[in-house]
C-alpha cells in the first residue's frame, strides 16, 4: 500500500503541469510602455508598444501562483510568480506582487482585466499598462480555437 501511494505522488510531482488546468487565465495583447529616460530632454517621455502575455493563475486562498508566458518579442520567455490578493469584492479581483511591480486588475462580469507594472532600469523609468481578457478554463478551450482558425 505504501508503495503504491509513494508512486502515485511521485507521478503527481513529475506529471507536466499542463495536465492540471488552472483556476483563471489572462491574455493581454494590447499593452503600452511609457518611459521617461533620466536625462534632462525634452524628448526623454517616450510612449512604445509592449509586448503582451499568457497568465494562468492558481489560487490558494489569499494567495496566487501565476504563470506568464511572453508573446511579442519577447515570446518564449516564462515567468512564474507569488501574488497576494489586495482587493476582492465580486465581481472586482486585484492582487499584486510582493515588490507591487505587477498590478493585475479583474472584472469577473465583463471578462476584462488590466495590468499595470513598472519598468525600472538605470536609465529610464515607466510603466507597462496592459489591457486584456480574463478567461475560465473552459473559455479558454473555445479562445484557443478561435485562435488557430
Known amino acids: 500500500m505504501f508503495k503504491w501511494i509513494l508512486t502515485s505522488l511521485l507521478a503527481l510531482l513529475i506529471t507536466p503541469k499542463i495536465v492540471f488546468a488552472a483556476d483563471f487565465y489572462l491574455h493581454f495583447a494590447n499593452c503600452k510602455t511609457t518611459v521617461s529616460y533620466l ?9 512604445l508598444e509592449g509586448d503582451g502575455s499568457f497568465t494562468s493563475c492558481t489560487r ?3 494567495t496566487l501562483r501565476c504563470d506568464i508566458d511572453f508573446l511579442g518579442e519577447s515570446k518564449g ?4 510568480g507569488v ?3 489586495d ?11 510582493e515588490m507591487m511591480g505587477d498590478y493585475y486588475v479583474i472584472d469577473m462580469n465583463q471578462h476584462a482585466a488590466s495590468l499595470i507594472t513598472r ?3 538605470r536609465k529610464f523609468a515607466g510603466a507597462k499598462v496592459c489591457h486584456g481578457i480574463y478567461m475560465t478554463d ?5 479562445f484557443e480555437k478561435i485562435q488557430q482558425k
Do not use: G
Open 138 to 142: 473552459s473559455e479558454r478551450k473555445e
Open 60 to 62: 490558494n486562498s489569499q
Open 83 to 85: 501574488y497576494k490578493i
Open 77 to 80: 520567455t516564462r515567468k512564474a
Open 39 to 47: 536625462v534632462l530632454s525634452n524628448e526623454s517621455l517616450k510612449t
Open 119 to 121: 519598468v525600472m532600469d
Open 87 to 97: 482587493l476582492e469584492i465580486p465581481p472586482l479581483l486585484t492582487f499584486t506582487d
